[in-house]
């Protein structure tokens, strides 16, 4: 059966390994991200509120006439850093991640929304949420304001879908060894009170592998999860 697949931020981490992960075999794979990380790749910065039409521009332009079996957009772009108080990280990086974590998604869910309504295959919209949305972390002011916000965006989304409409989730993965995990140990204490207990979860072997939570998100396609759910991967197992 034929799929159409986007992913944000497949170029590393959870994001390529979902793409290398993709349960239909003659399934479409976009990489939408800076680098590159699948043979089909739409550059665009997401931090960059002018790269946001280009994304909008590519679901309209492919899924105009799409005539297969399902459409899915993966939202997995996001960013910790910078990590420190809010009022003294870099004021341009820290909008940056604003605009990444919080604004995006939004935007660019919408888009794909908009893009996907008059289809009548399967559609899935899937959000990468965190722990994170749901505990305080000092240092992690935008990160965690971003995952709250992807949570409760998602909530309402899901409300506003009719029954044969986009199937809208957000998914927590639980603590991924990724480049993400490297960046937060790598932060001093000063800048990160909570880092002491990530240098715990590596150094204990807690760390999920970005390949177990891509199954695991993958795996969530075929479960008949209320619209606009939000699931943390660790209380399936």
Same mark, same amino acid.
């Given at each position: ?17 979902? @793409? ?6 003659? =399934? ?6 800076? $680098?590159?990380? *699948?043979?089909? #790749? ?6 960059? !509120? /002018? &790269?946001? !039409? ?9 899924? @105009?006439?799409? &005539? ?24 341009? /990086?820290? *909008?940056?991640? =604003? ?6 998604? +939004? ?9 996907? =309504? ?5 559609? #899935? ?9 749901? *505990? @305080? ?14 949570? #409760?965006?998602? $909530?309402?989304?899901?409300?506003? +879908? ?7 989730? @957000?998914?927590? !993965? ?6 993400? +995990?490297?960046?937060?140990?790598? %932060?001093?204490?000063? &800048? ?7 240098? &715990?979860?590596?150094? *204990?072997? =807690? ?14 396609? %075929?479960?008949?999860? !209320? ?6 991967? $660790?209380?399936?197992?």
């Amino acid at each position: 059966m034929s799929a159409l697949v986007w992913i944000s931020g497949a170029s590393a981490g959870i994001g390529a390994a979902l @793409a290398a992960a993709v349960p239909f075999p003659d =399934a479409r794979v976009i990489d939408i991200s800076r $680098r590159g990380g *699948t043979a089909e #790749h739409l550059r665009a910065d997401l931090a960059d !509120p /002018a &790269d946001w !039409p280009l994304v909008e521009q590519q679901f309209t332009k492919e899924l @105009a006439e799409y &005539d297969g079996d399902r459409a899915i957009f993966i939202h997995n772009a996001g960013a910790v850093t910078p990590i420190g108080p809010a009022a003294g990280v870099d004021p341009t /990086a820290y *909008t940056r991640a =604003a605009l990444l974590n919080s604004a995006a998604p +939004q935007v660019l869910g919408a888009a794909f929304l908009r893009a996907s =309504a008059h289809l009548k295959c399967e559609r #899935h919209l899937v959000m990468l949420s965190s722990g994170a949305a749901k *505990t @305080a972390y000092a240092g992690w002011s935008s990160y965690n304001a971003g995952k709250a916000a992807v949570d #409760h965006w998602v $909530r309402t989304v899901g409300q506003e +879908q009719p029954a044969d409409g986009c199937r809208v989730i @957000a998914v927590a !993965p639980g603590v991924v060894d990724t480049a993400m +995990q490297s960046e937060i140990r790598a %932060t001093a204490e000063s &800048d990160f009170p909570s880092v002491a207990r990530f240098h &715990d979860l590596k150094r *204990t072997g =807690a760390l999920t592998t970005p390949e177990s939570a891509a199954t695991g998100i993958w795996s969530l396609l %075929t479960q008949d999860l !209320p619209n606009g759910s939000r699931v943390d991967l $660790r209380d399936l197992t």
